[in-house]
């Protein structure tokens, strides 16, 4: 593998089912994004690289000893004791310990890492399974067990780099990395999620002792505010940073037709958002999140993938592609809410609309913020 075109991290870890019946991430995710770029000729052996899961020490880094060897006795007990599901927040409808939990866990991690050391040369490394932004060092959170963001920006540093900038685009707050980072002046980290939403933090006045910045949007957040946002906030804030490389989680979950969120996004606007994001920078890793509607997190992570090569993405999809779309399946998404686009297109219509007052305050309030981040050596 040579050159400066992207990356793409994986595995076939992401192929076992996972997390058991009835909870928001049994549907398939990443491997209807791997073998949907495969039907497109969007990768092969030049440009896939699999990831292999992090070791204990690495783990170790962030996460206490306790709690990961709490996760993995539990896992080869098959049972979870209630002092630990209490202490751990395991074992219960949110974080269930399932086999092979911990195996994809750290896999996702070693994968953040991996990215990482991609993206320093060849600009970008695509990690759709990364994205585990509410793992705590002492417990798991949100679905998350680990927290892989974190990971990125650890290896970025690690590698000498000065200034990191974390963007988090996913419906819920980046709560995790930025509270990971608390104190450390080479981190940034910026957050887009929904008002009044798990995990109920990022309010707009959280900045983070200086190194955050929250836009916590409402119900309804359209593409034209998101496009605004970005503009007039998210951008010129990132950029004073003046960051050596870029961290992007682009959860899906914000897409209209996602059932944990009323966020209602199209595809091609978060796409525009993570290209913006990361010109920021020489290097970026973007990494996937939540999503929780298997036709929107499939096409939104398939066409990201084309996006980051330049690749068109709008015209109708194979045969193949389709019937894949078409055998995708999910309790929490009715069918008359099926558009046919979602079998036919990998791209959404726009979702325009009024940018309302709510979202121009939350970039009102940004240069404060600005000037604390621009006033750094
Ligand atoms: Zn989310």
Redesign the pocket.
């Known amino acids: 593998m040579t050159g400066a075109a992207p990356v793409f991290v994986g595995s076939p870890v992401y192929r076992r089912a996972a997390y058991g019946a009835n909870h928001p991430l049994a549907i398939p995710r990443v491997a209807t994004v791997m073998d949907l770029c495969t039907i497109l000729g969007w990768l092969d052996e030049g440009n896939f690289l699999a990831s292999p899961p992090a070791t204990i020490d690495q783990l170790a880094r962030f996460h206490t000893r306790d709690y990961i060897g709490a996760l993995r006795a539990s896992e080869a007990a098959g049972a979870v004791e209630p002092e630990i599901r209490k202490r751990y927040n395991l074992g219960n409808r949110e974080n269930p310990v399932f086999p092979g939990v911990f195996e994809r866990a750290a896999t996702a991690v070693g994968g953040s890492i991996l990215a990482a050391k991609l993206a320093l040369m060849h600009g970008i490394a695509y990690h759709p399974s990364g994205g585990t ?1 509410h793992g705590r060092p002492d417990r798991a959170s ?1 679905f998350c067990y680990f927290n892989d963001p974190v990971f990125a920006i650890l290896s970025f540093l690690d590698e000498g780099l000065k200034r990191v900038l974390y963007v988090d685009v ?3 707050h980046g709560d995790g990395v930025q509270d990971g980072f608390a104190g450390d002046r080479r981190v940034f980290t910026i957050s887009i ?1 929904e008002e009044g939403r798990f995990p109920f933090s990022g309010p707009a006045d959280d900045r983070g002792g200086g190194q955050a910045c929250n836009f916590p949007v409402p119900r309804g957040f359209n593409d034209s505010e998101l496009d605004y946002l970005m503009r007039e906030a998210v951008l010129p804030l990132g950029g004073d940073f003046r960051p050596q490389a870029v961290v992007v989680t682009c ?1 899906a ?2 897409l209209a037709g996602d059932p ?2 009323r966020m209602e996004l199209g595809n091609v606007a978060l796409w525009r958002a993570v290209e913006q994001a990361i010109a920021l920078a020489p290097a970026a890793v973007v990494l996937g ?3 929780y509607n298997p036709w929107t997190v499939a096409r939104c992570w398939t066409g990201l993938w084309g996006r980051l090569n330049g690749w068109p993405t709008d015209g109708v999809l194979p045969r193949a592609a389709q019937e894949l779309l078409r055998g995708l399946d999910s309790d929490l998404v009715d069918e008359e809410d099926r558009p046919e686009r979602w079998i036919t297109h990998l791209g959404d219509e726009p979702n325009e609309g009024p940018v309302r007052d709510a979202v121009k305050a939350l970039a009102d309030a940004a240069p404060a913020a600005r000037a604390a981040t621009a006033a750094r050596p």
């Open positions: 932004h949100g996913d419906a819920h999620h959860g979950d914000g944990l969120s999140g939540g999503g």
